[in-house]
C-alpha cells in the first residue's frame, strides 16, 4: 500500500530552457484520456510568443493512426518545477478547474531523464530523451516515485520504435 502520510515533492527547481524539447514517454499510470495501446509517445515543449509552454504530445494510436494532443503548461511558482497544462482549446481554457497538474518529481543532472507526477498520485510518467533508458536507470527512477506513495501496479511502458510521429503525418 502506498505511503499516503507523505506528501508528493517536487525538485527544487526546474531550468525550464534546459527541459524544453522532445522527451519519450518511458513509462506511465494509466490515463483515462490516452489509449493504453499507443506506441511512439512523445512530448515536446516549446516556449510560445506569451511566455507559455506549448506541449505537443504526439503518437501511434491502437489504430496505427498518428495522433496528437496539444496543450498548454504555466509555472505555478518560482520553482518552475510544479505546472499547470490544459489540453482544452483555446477557447476554452477559461472554464475553471480543466487544467492538470504536472510536477517533476526528479530529473537527472543532464537533462536527460525525468520523473513527472500529480500530487494526488494519480499520473506519473517517466521520460527520456532517447526511446530506450537502461532498466537500472528506469528502476532507479520508479523506486523514486514508490518513495513518494504512487502505487505501480498497472503502470504501462510503450513500444518506442525510437521515431517520432513526424509533422506531416497530421497534414490534411
Known amino acids: 500500500m502506498p505511503d499516503l502520510k507523505t506528501d508528493v515533492t517536487a525538485i527544487p527547481s526546474l531550468n525550464l530552457d534546459r527541459y524544453l524539447g522532445t522527451w519519450f514517454e518511458i513509462c506511465r499510470l494509466p490515463l483515462q ?21 506549448g506541449v505537443e504530445n504526439r503518437c501511434i494510436n491502437k489504430d496505427g493512426e498518428p495522433d496528437r494532443a496539444i496543450g498548454v503548461a504555466v509555472p505555478q511558482d518560482a520553482t518552475n518545477a510544479k505546472l499547470k497544462v490544459s489540453f482544452l482549446p483555446q477557447y476554452l481554457r477559461w ?12 530529473i537527472d543532472p543532464e537533462y536527460s531523464v525525468a520523473l513527472v507526477g ?23 527512477y520508479l523506486a523514486l516515485a514508490r518513495a513518494q506513495g504512487f502505487d505501480l501496479d498497472r503502470l504501462i511502458t510503450p513500444r518506442q520504435s525510437g521515431q517520432m510521429v513526424p509533422t506531416a503525418a497530421f497534414d490534411d
Open 33 to 53: 484520456w490516452e489509449d493504453p495501446e499507443a506506441s511512439d509517445i512523445t512530448a515536446t515543449y516549446s516556449l510560445t510568443a506569451d511566455g507559455k509552454i
Open 95 to 106: 472554464i475553471p478547474f480543466t487544467e492538470g497538474d504536472y510536477w517533476v518529481l526528479a
Open 118 to 140: 500529480t500530487p494526488d498520485r494519480k499520473h506519473l510518467w517517466l521520460l527520456a530523451r532517447g526511446a530506450a533508458v537502461p532498466a537500472d536507470v528506469v528502476d532507479d
